[in-house]
């Protein structure tokens, strides 16, 4: 199974930076995602890691370490339209690669 | 491209009434979909895996003869739930996995709203 321990809530300010960890226990690791979801809307994708590493793409970067069980999203020059909630994912090694969720890190940008 | 769809995006039901919701992938070919319930301030809860052309794979706690689901094609599946209760008002998402390996992330339809009353 999988287990997946992420904050329930963080603030930050318009402008800065803010980072979200994500652990996760796993019987069987194929890749973590990092998904937003505003309230009442379905997720969207934001990043995918499956190596160590990071990977940056536009304001928001995703932090790997496998060994550690340990991912980081990065958001940069935060913008009002941020506050949502923040998904971190575990895909398994089975044939069907379900996603495991966290219960989401809900974000608040205050101006 | 990658675009999922789901039908309707809100319904409110009498409860013992069956609901339908569909789940289409308008632009690739889902040979898997994935039916998750979401409650209010809580994150997704994966119902059932859904396989075109044979049963869908249950997860433990959810009742599979309540929760009909049939992906009779490669862009198509359904859930229904059937004789709703007012707990099982939630809301439902699908998400669709393309069947090329190239992509990893699962895509999500917009999700449905069900009331029961």
């Known amino acids: 199974g999988q287990n997946i321990d992420q904050p329930t809530e963080m603030t930050a300010t318009e402008g800065a930076i803010v980072q979200i960890n994500c652990t996760y226990q796993t019987s069987g690791f194929n890749g973590l995602f990092w998904y937003q979801q505003h309230a009442g809307e379905a997720p969207t994708f934001l990043s995918y890691?499956?190596?160590?590493g990071l990977e940056e793409k536009g304001r928001f970067s995703s932090f790997l370490s496998r060994s550690k069980g340990y991912s980081y999203l990065l958001l940069k020059e935060l913008q009002m339209k941020d506050s949502a909630s923040y998904l971190c994912a575990v895909r398994d090694r089975g044939s069907a690669r379900q996603l495991t969720f966290g219960s989401g890190t809900q974000l608040t940008v205050l101006p | 491209g990658a675009v999922v769809s789901q039908h309707p995006s809100r319904v409110i039901c009498k409860s013992g009434t069956s609901v339908k919701i569909e789940c289409r992938s308008l632009d690739f070919q889902a040979t898997t979909m994935f039916w998750y319930r979401q409650f209010p301030k809580q994150s997704l809860m994966l119902m059932a895996t859904s396989n075109e052309g044979s049963k869908a794979t249950y997860e433990q706690g959810v009742e599979k003869d309540k929760f009909l689901i049939n992906h009779a094609s490669l862009t198509l599946s359904t859930l229904t739930v059937t004789s709703a209760h007012p707990e099982d008002s939630s809301f439902y998402i699908c998400s669709a996995k393309h069947s090329s390996q190239n992509y990893n992330e699962q895509f999500f339809g917009p999700g449905t709203r069900l009331t029961v009353l």
């Open positions: 890691n499956v190596l160590d």
